[in-house]
């Protein structure tokens, strides 16, 4: 009675924290939304004529992205100010083709949206214009039904994306959600990507977005790890590239205990659904132990890599001659970065995606190197 009495007591504190917590999210939301409102009223009477004759500007606390869109028809900019400044966005309008390349010469802009069909100077122009001058600002044509088809040639010209109105301030919403999702993922991949030595139980805390590798560890071609324990046994697992770039792991098949192995045959296996990825043996050796904390749950293969993840243990039979072979220490960092880059690379060639039979072919199972330590 009393355990029952406990859960009852928990849960019902449970439910109390979520309703708290969710009647703060949309009060916060409400208190946003009625000071973008009140930016909103305030903003487009605000005069911009000294940057550009028609210029409408509108900038909320803590935007998700600055936006500027040109077309001549005065009701669509109206709407694009009205739905996008209560999504959380900055937003200049302006008119005419000209004065906005003028805006975007002097102002940073995420995203410049463009009517396809405009006098003097059409959205083609404006598409070309400002891939010339700001390569970095992505572009979004705004094309009716009668002009899809050049508005998908546009694309060629460096256009991002076209929207096709009229729409609905839901549809414009969740365009302006997927397009900054898309601007985010691609400026992340451009970056260097982060790589850092961290002691193994330290990988648990990495965020998503870097990388990490084992201090005192060696990292085989094939992005397996293997570290000399106390007892000159060799513990052995797959690195934190390997973890992230296969993602969700359902089924570790460990080698048998007392199985004799040679560097660069194949260790052991991991599966998910009908994928499966055979690892290679960072170094020769006879099978000590496997990790039986992996069999039915490898939830510590993503977690802990480096730790509680470790899949087998070897007695080395040529340890000082095939350590030459691994990477340790700083080496591994400059490698990482390379792999990374070429990921991302196969990435783009496959539409993002890289499967489990292209990862074993080009990162896993690549041919042993000597790289020295």
Not at 173 to 193: G, Y
Request: aromatic letters at 6%; charged letters at 25%; one cysteine or more.
């Amino acid at each position: 009675m009393t355990v029952l009495l406990i859960l009852v007591m928990f849960l019902a504190f449970v439910g109390l924290d979520f309703l708290v917590r969710e009647a703060s999210r949309r009060l916060r939301a409400k208190r946003e939304l009625e000071a973008r409102k009140a930016v909103l009223e305030t903003s487009v009477r605000l005069d911009f004529t000294d940057e550009a004759k028609s210029l409408k500007r509108v900038e909320v606390p803590n935007p998700k992205a600055r936006i500027l869109a040109v077309d001549d028809e005065a009701v669509i900019l109206d709407s694009f100010r009205r739905i996008l400044v209560l999504e959380g966005y900055n937003v200049d309008t302006v008119e005419t083709g000209q004065e906005a390349l003028g805006l975007v010469q002097r102002h940073d802009y995420d995203f410049v949206f463009t009517d396809l069909k405009m006098p003097t100077m059409d959205g083609l122009d404006v598409v070309k214009a400002v891939k010339h001058l700001r390569p970095d600002v992505d572009v979004v044509v705004i094309t009716g039904y009668g002009t899809i088809e050049t508005a998908v040639e546009t694309l060629q010209q460096g256009a991002c994306e076209y929207v096709q109105k009229p729409f609905t301030a839901e549809e414009l919403a969740e365009f302006a959600r997927k397009l900054l999702i898309k601007r985010q993922a691609r400026l992340e991949a451009q970056q260097e990507p982060v790589v850092r030595i961290v002691t193994p139980a330290l990988a648990e805390a990495i965020p998503g977005n870097e990388f990490c590798v084992p201090g005192g560890a060696f990292i085989s071609q094939g992005h397996a790890w293997a570290r000399i324990e106390p007892g000159g046994q060799i513990r052995i697992g797959i690195d934190d590239f390997a973890r992230k770039a296969l993602g969700p792991i359902d089924e570790v098949v460990a080698p048998e205990h007392g199985h004799t192995v040679k560097r660069g045959e194949v260790l052991f296996t991991l599966k998910h659904g009908a994928d499966q990825i055979h690892f290679n043996a960072p170094l020769s050796g006879r099978v000590l132990k496997n990790n039986d904390e992996l069999k039915g749950d490898t939830s510590p293969l993503s977690q802990s890599p480096y730790d509680r993840g470790w899949i087998c243990t070897l007695q080395a039979s040529n340890l000082a001659g095939e350590l030459t072979g691994l990477r340790i220490g700083k080496p591994v960092v400059a490698w990482y970065q390379d792999e990374i880059k070429r990921l991302r690379k196969t990435g783009e060639a496959t539409s993002g995606t890289v499967g489990w039979a292209d990862l074993e072919h080009e990162f896993i199972q690549a041919q042993p190197e000597q790289v020295g330590v």
